[in-house]
């Protein structure tokens, strides 16, 4: 399939129609607008055309297709960035949401899969086998997005990121050519994906290690946020054994039906708990959390590790704005500061998210993958969810109040969580060394900067023609 590049931005549908199996939805077409809808709700983009591609055959025809006529190319797994990277306004939408096979190898604890699917069907579909990969807190996310990325979840201080999981990928370049890459294969490029989000190509398809995760002791323990209760939360957080992970959420809580009325609405710390190990082992990990207020809910129990994943909510859009950083200490100002700053919020939801990390993330050196940041302690992402956009000053306001008070230091960025967020927050998500490797690897792979529609990394400038 050629498209002239003399005329820029035509493309013919009947043509694409034609060319491809995969779905090709059009701005008259009736899913148009549920197929341009995004996670995020307050992003109306109108892209020319979405193609849901049927193999990574189609995706190297679709990346051609946007190099020859210079449209603007926006690449969906899950659809979850939250800066709304994955829907072009005019362009072209790659959608790999029709792209969800998994092959599980359960004797040798791999798998292979599609990168249209979500975290939560891979989960589950591993879970029968008692196996799984660590993804993050949400089924709905793309495994696409949250592997470039890098992946902090429920498993990431017992079995670390989840691109420490990442044994290969299958990666459409901006030439069009399908790659493998590992370790030994195009092994700059495979440095690159672990973190460098989705610079350097289309990840049509991943090959994940499994860990023996079977019933896990985990869920939903809800205390008071008191200044004490979140400071010790986190300290525990940290001295915890490695096969324990926690996401401590402060806010009001929600009207869940365990949550007595009472406490609706009132600052809680609601946090998520996974321990993946002996079950007795867990209920000692958990303890320590149990004992440091009256839990005002206390859901967690042995389970099956996909339960951690609750069904989705698929009308959900939030508008939101968050900011993202790493710190080294929760202490007792910082506590207080989360306190005070949530109970004079004015958005409907507002959040301050605790992750205490180390463990088997942490043994990974610095320099082996593209995410860099092996020695933070502590994730924080300040969030405001709202109703309408024209609030956003307001919460965006807020959300730089609380960052202000709670940042130490470098306070560095987890490309995952940044949104609209400018290039000086992209190069604080690749520190020192980092961001040199990814301008090479990017100049190497896509040196016309193809692959923009994303935390950009824009490629070594072209070296300039020898005088004569
Ligand atoms: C509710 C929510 C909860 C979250 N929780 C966590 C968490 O616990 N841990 C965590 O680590 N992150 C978390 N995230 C962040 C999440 O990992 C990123 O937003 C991620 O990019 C979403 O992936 P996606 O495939 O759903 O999104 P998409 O919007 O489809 O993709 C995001 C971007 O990634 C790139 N991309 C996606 N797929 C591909 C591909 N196959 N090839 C090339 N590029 C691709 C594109 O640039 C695209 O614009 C969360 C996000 C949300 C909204």
Known sequence: MRFSPSHPTTISIPQLRATLNGRVIAPDDAGYDQARTVFYGGIDRQPAVIVRTADATEVS???????????????????????????????????????????????????WAQTGLT???????????????????????????????????????????????????????????????????????????RGGGGNFGVATRFQFRLHQVDRVVGGILILPATPDVIGSFVAEAEAA???????ANVMPAPPLPFVPAEHHGKLVVMAMLVHA??????????????ALATPLADMVRPMPYPEIYPPDEEEYHPVATGRTMFVDAVDRGAAE???????????????????????????????????????????????????????????????SGLAAVLHQGDGGAYVGFLGEDGQARIREAYPGSTWDRLVAV??????????RLNHNILPTPPKEAAPG
């Open 119 to 193: 975290a939560g069907e891979y989960t589950a579909a591993a879970g029968a086998y008692g196996l799984a990969t660590g993804f993050g807190d949400t089924g709905s996310v793309g495994i696409g997005g949250i592997t470039l990325g890098g992946g902090v979840g429920y498993l990431v201080r017992t079995h670390g990121l989840t691109i420490d999981d990442l044994l290969a990928a299958e990666v459409v370049t901006a030439a069009g050519q399908l790659l493998r890459t590992d370790a030994e294969t195009h092994p700059d490029l495979f440095w690159a994906i």
């Open 241 to 247: 054994p490695e096969e324990l992970s926690t996401i």
């Open 337 to 399: 500061a989360i306190v005070d700053h949530l109970r004079a919020a004015t958005a409907p939801m507002a959040v301050a998210q605790l992750r205490a990390l180390g463990g088997a993330m942490a043994r990974v050196p610095a320099e082996a993958t593209a995410f860099a940041h092996r020695g933070r302690r502590i994730m924080v992402n300040v969030a405001a969810v709202y109703e309408r956009a024209d609030e956003a000053a307001v919460h965006q306001a807020w959300v």
């Open 277 to 290: 190990g002996a079950l007795e082992a867990g209920d000692r990990a958990v303890a320590p959390f149990r």
């Open 61 to 111: 025809q679709v990346v051609s297709l946007a190099r020859e006529t210079g449209m603007e190319l926006a690449v969906r797994s899950g659809g979850h960035s939250i800066a709304g990277h994955s829907v072009s306004d005019g362009g072209i939408v790659l959608d790999l949401s029709d792209m969800r096979a998994l092959h599980i190898d359960a004797g040798r604890r791999t798998a």
């Open 442 to 451: 990017k100049g190497r792979y896509d040196p016309t900067n193809l692959f």
